[in-house]
């Protein structure tokens, strides 16, 4: 009896055996809980770290991770991936409960062994038949052993317990890839971008390096979602001292109006974070988004008495402009117009402080050319506000070449980013400055971004009839009239157009549509056309 046993069972170390424990299942959900797949995986750190295949987790939106015990674990955060070889690690929350041993180097073990975390399977015996080396440096081993989708995932171990890597079957060939290549997942500010990852509702850990870690939750904040609160609950737990942690939590309860607990937060901030002028600084932002001025000027007064600063003196004088005390606001932005902090926005931020106290033309004027002439050319989108600015007090100065010129600055800054409304804004400047094939193809511009917008269809009528493109007007005055019929400009242009277009009688028909509607100018081109 003893002689027809399988070789196997004598053969396995107390090593194999001890491998089972580090086995986890794994599922994946949807975003629904509907199960996407199941797999195997290994733990391979005492932190929780998990080897796996990574097909079953490319769609999903959430998973979780069964160990030996029975215990179930959250899929905590994604440390890295690698498509062509199917192979990801993660992490659990909490601990792992047992382990593998990583290899140092290549196995040279020709008998291996496929663990299972089933206390009633025994680990399966495998042969290594071949050997490859990819990336110069690391080992692609075909195996001779049970072909089963089931064991997919599953450690494969030499008999001293070491890790060469996990079970996959492809067709009828069964390989495994060097674990090793989990080493390569590091994390940076932008893995979370990488196009893989970016399908999947799983989060990707912090960098381990902190001005990383903050780049990092910059990009969660801009995608949102479940993910962005565990972001910043990490980034808390591993820069207890950092004030970045602590603000994003803030301001994400503020925003969902959880006053109380951003206020909790932040005091957390003040007790914890370093330097604490900073976290009294992040206070302040926040109240101030509350329009809790009053409250907003204690932390900030705080903040500058703990570290005087021109960005501290800022605020102080934002926070008196939103009170409305324009002149103080005004003075303290010149003030700081001439510190260390000289740049374009003190001198807008002071242009807005002039305007709210009355002030002239030329006075906004002034400051909008100081706050242009500090920025950096070729100028960057921190110049566009500026531009924009000045482009509108010129246009109020009559000074509309000047006006066109900004504006033409203003729009490559803002390439992509821009509205109708501005089309139409800078068509009024440049018909009102006489030059008219710009402005008509800004209000083409207009129309073909807001095409339902019955007063651009309206302004493209009448430019046309003002420059004698009788037949562009007479079709965008008709275009117009379906938009919005109780408006009598349109038939007023379009009778014009007519009349001049030789279809008197069609022409002086709409004139009289436009008179009957209220037209204050109906009349005038009556009797010009009787």
Not at 185 to 198: D, E, G, K, S
Not at 491 to 518: D, H, R, T, W
Request: net charge negative; proline share 4%.
């Amino acid at each position: 009896m003893l002689t027809l046993c399988p070789a196997s069972i004598f053969a396995q170390s107390s090593a194999v055996k001890k491998a089972a424990n580090a086995v986890v299942s794994i599922t994946t959900f949807d975003a629904d809980g509907k199960i996407l797949a199941t797999t195997n995986g290994v733990f391979i750190s005492a932190d929780g770290t998990i080897a796996a295949p990574w097909s079953p987790f490319a769609s999903a939106d959430h998973a979780v991770a069964i160990d030996a015990n029975g215990v179930k674990h959250d899929i905590d955060a994604i440390l890295g991936v690698n498509e062509i070889y199917d192979l990801t690690s993660v992490r659990i929350a909490g601990k792992s409960p047992a382990f593998v041993t990583l290899p140092t180097s290549a196995s040279t073990a020709s008998e291996v062994w496929i663990v299972t975390n089933k206390k009633s399977d025994s680990p399966k015996r495998a042969n290594v038949t071949n050997r490859e080396t990819f990336m110069d440096k690391y080992t692609y081993y075909l195996l001779s052993a049970e072909q089963s989708d089931m064991l997919k995932g599953l450690p494969v171990i030499d008999d001293k317990g070491v890790l060469l890597g996990l079970y996959n079957l492809s067709s009828t060939t069964c390989s495994v890839t060097d674990i090793r290549l989990t080493r390569e997942f590091v994390v940076t500010a932008f893995t979370q971008n990488a196009p893989a990852i970016r399908q999947c509702g799983i989060r990707v850990s912090l960098p381990a390096e902190q001005e990383q870690a903050q780049v990092a939750l910059m990009l969660a904040r801009e995608r949102g979602g479940k993910n962005y609160a565990a972001a910043i609950d990490e980034f808390i737990s591993r820069f207890p001292t950092s004030p970045v942690g602590y603000y994003d939590k803030a301001l994400l309860a503020a925003n969902n109006g959880n006053k109380t607990d951003a206020a909790n937060i932040m005091q957390q901030s003040i007790k914890n974070a370093t330097p604490r002028d900073m976290a009294y600084y992040d206070y302040a932002r926040i109240l101030m988004a509350e329009q809790d001025y009053d409250g907003a000027l204690q932390q900030i007064e705080e903040a500058n008495r703990l570290s005087p600063q021109p960005l501290y003196e800022q605020m102080i004088a934002q926070i008196d402009y939103a009170k409305g005390n324009y002149q103080s606001a005004y003075d303290k932005f010149m003030t700081l117009t001439k510190s260390s902090m000289r740049n374009g926005e003190l001198f807008y931020q002071a242009m807005l402080a002039k305007a709210q106290m009355g002030g002239t033309n030329e006075e906004l004027l002034t400051l909008l050319d100081s706050a242009v002439a500090v920025c950096d050319t070729p100028y960057t989108v921190i110049a566009a506000p500026y531009l924009l600015a000045r482009a509108n007090v010129l246009t109020n100065m009559k000074e509309y070449r000047k006006a066109i010129a900004d504006y033409y600055q203003y729009e490559p800054l803002m390439y992509g980013r821009l509205s109708a409304d501005f089309y139409f804004q800078r068509e009024q400047c440049e018909a009102a400055g006489k030059v008219y094939q710009l402005a008509l193809y800004d209000i083409a511009r207009a129309v073909a971004l807001d095409p339902k917008n019955s007063m651009y269809w309206a302004e493209w009528a009448s430019l046309s009839l003002r420059v004698n493109r009788l037949e562009e007007a007479i079709k965008a005055a008709e275009h117009c009239i379906q938009l919005d019929p109780d408006a009598s400009e349109p038939y007023l242009i379009l009778g014009i157009a007519q009349v001049e277009s030789g279809k008197k009688q069609e022409g002086l028909a709409n004139i009289n549509k436009a008179k009957s509607m209220g037209n204050q100018q109906a009349d005038s081109f009556l009797s010009k056309f009787k």
